[in-house]
């Protein structure tokens, strides 16, 4: 497993050939209303590493029930085909 820098303040981990961003929910700036473009600029930099390094997808884990559902909503509106094809999940951890 290794680290990918994948902007100045955001980076993923490659696990079992998935590109998992660090936990969201330790970073207010990302789980706020308000911050939808933030959140599809890191979505759409790890999409492009995920296919430059040729793994399996990107997976969001959020703690935060909400947040999760918000991400998954907001996501879909720009990488509906993504999250069709399994390559985009966001998931709630708890």
Do not use: C, W
């Amino acid at each position: 497993m290794g680290e990918e820098k994948v902007s100045g303040t955001v980076s993923a981990k490659l696990a079992f050939r998935f590109l998992t961003p660090f936990p969201l929910s330790a970073n207010p700036r990302y789980v706020t209303l308000g911050k939808e473009a933030d959140i599809l600029d890191q979505a759409e930099r790890l999409l492009k590493l995920n296919a430059g390094l040729g793994s399996n997808g990107v997976r969001y884990a959020i703690s935060n029930e909400a947040a999760a559902n918000h991400f998954r909503t907001l996501l879909r509106t720009k990488f509906a085909d993504q999250m069709d094809a399994g390559i985009l999940k966001v998931f709630h951890v708890p």
